[in-house]
């Protein structure tokens, strides 16, 4: 199993950014995928998930109408589209497949800052 997430950066907050993960090693299409961030001193907490279809989405209540999580499958891809960023958005992200949940990739940095 490998991950590898990307997107990340440095944004003002109210800005957007669209986070990719790129997975190999499963069948990615059988499983549902998840986001997850870390920030500095706090517990890695769940961002976001997706069915393995697409079709069911969830969000922690912090997150919902501010981002979205969509799939594609024939890229082996999960992303996160975050809008109307906060400071509190800055962490390290990282994306996470349900049925494989020790393993994750390298995560990629957001930065909300002015």
């Known amino acids: 199993v490998q991950l590898v997430e990307s997107g990340g950066g440095l944004v003002q907050p109210g800005g957007s950014l669209r986070l990719s993960c790129v997975a190999s090693g499963f069948t990615f299409r059988s499983y549902s995928m998840r986001w997850f961030r870390q920030a500095p001193g706090k517990e890695r907490e769940l961002v976001a998930s997706?069915?393995?279809?697409?079709?069911?989405?969830n969000y922690a209540d912090s997150m919902k109408g501010r981002f979205t999580i969509s799939r594609d499958n024939a890229k082996n891809t999960v992303y996160l589209q975050m809008n109307s960023l906060k400071y509190e958005d800055t962490a390290v992200y990282y994306c996470?497949?349900?049925?494989?949940?020790?393993?994750w990739g390298q995560g990629t940095q957001v930065t909300v800052s002015s």
């Open positions: 996470n497949c349900g049925q494989f949940p020790h393993y």
């Open positions: 997706i069915s393995s279809g697409g079709g069911i989405t």
